[in-house]
């Protein structure tokens, strides 16, 4: 059974930091990419951040310069550093997995930032 566990969420100031993971597990095709989205209330889902198998990496505007994903291939778990926080950052987080021979990709149950002002 596939199953995409995320942690690191939490409330922080603006400025603040945190730091989000997503460990796949169950999985037995190969990952292709792992990436993160997020959902404010009222709008729609929208990429945050992605990274491919071979290390490739693609950011939101929004984030770029404050946010930083990585990922440890051998233990099919994804990171996101978030740094300078701000307000507008505040939504539900997901992570997602790519992987190879399937059109549609797992996601996890999301967690929640939330960053006062």
């Known amino acids: 059974q596939v199953q995409l566990v995320e942690s690191g969420g939490g409330l922080v100031q603006a400025g603040g930091s945190l730091r989000l993971s997503c460990a796949a597990s169950?999985?037995?095709?190969?990952?292709?990419?792992m990436g993160w989205y997020r959902q404010a209330p009222g709008k729609q889902r929208e990429l945050v951040a992605a990274?491919?198998?071979?290390?490739?990496?693609n950011y939101a505007d929004s984030v770029k310069g404050r946010f930083t994903i990585s990922r440890d291939g051998a233990k099919n778990t994804a990171y996101l550093q978030m740094n300078s926080l701000k307000p507008e950052d505040t939504a539900v987080y997901y992570c997602?997995?790519?992987?190879?021979?399937?059109?549609?990709?797992?996601w996890g149950q999301g967690t929640q930032v939330t960053v006062s002002s």
């Open positions: 169950g999985i037995i095709f190969s990952i292709r990419g």
């Open positions: 997602n997995v790519d992987v190879y021979g399937l059109s549609v990709p797992y």
């Open positions: 990274i491919t198998k071979g290390g490739s990496t």
